[in-house]
DNA sequence: AATTCATATTCCTTGACAAGAATATACCTG
DNA sequence: CAGGTATATTCTTGTCAAGGAATATGAATT
């Protein structure tokens, strides 16, 4: 992956935010779904995008699909996502979506 | 700065290797439309642009415009720029970018 | 004031991509 | 196989931004 597909991944805000989940690990759809409280289609869209590009790795399991960050796809990708947390606390309502994600659940 | 508006500027070549070159300190517009090959319109508007969204600092000296990397906007400025070099050797010829600038000259 | 040089702005066309609606696929369960 | 659930794809529409051509501004020189 190069380093300019990387930037266009994070250039997004719903992306942001799903990559911000997907930090601390693997989550399914719907898991990303109700954190972010967002349609099924535009996160489906969005984390076809990054696993398009490279950003993103993803299993089946039965009915579900779980995304994880590749974190391999390129040397500044952990710098960027680690960063992402501080960086977009006052924009972007983070905390929400955290709180959001402890409460989701995977039937 | 916030971080999404630092991902849109890095999210162009022409910016990508206009940045590489600002790396090492300011430059006017004709030194970088002489490094980079391009006309002059098109190194202006990606100037303007990174420089509206305060990634870029200008100074006007008589009729030359010099450009520098304001390494404050954001603390992932630095990490990415200087990643910026190694990352794009192989897709961006950047080579040839200094070269050209070590010939370019400001009259 | 007129000219010249470096840089910036405007107008237009084109392409990428985001969002929503509708539909399709994949996979399990009865 | 039928039906349900999770996820993906297609289509259309609207917006943003990149590129080029032409023009405008700002500042020095004669």
């Given amino acids: 992956m190069d380093l ?3 930037y266009k991944c994070l250039s997004e805000p719903n992306r942001i935010r799903i990559l911000n989940l997907l930090k601390e690990g693997p989550l399914c759809v719907c898991q990303i779904q109700q954190a972010l409280d967002e349609p099924q289609v535009k996160m489906s869209k969005h984390l ?3 696993k398009e590009r490279g950003l993103l ?3 089946r399991k039965a009915n579900w699909s779980f995304y994880e960050i590749n974190w391999d796809a390129h ?3 952990r710098p960027n ?3 992402i947390s501080q960086s977009f606390a006052e924009n972007i ?3 929400k979506d955290v709180k959001q ?3 989701s659940f995977c039937p």
Same sequence: chains 1, 2.
């Fill in 81 to 83: 996502i680690e960063g």
């Fill in 101 to 103: 994600l402890e409460d």
């Fill in 4 to 6: 300019l597909t990387l």
């Fill in 57 to 59: 790795l993803s299993t």
């Fill in 75 to 77: 040397p500044l990708v």
């Fill in 93 to 95: 309502d983070f905390t």
């Fill in 48 to 50: 076809g995008y990054m």
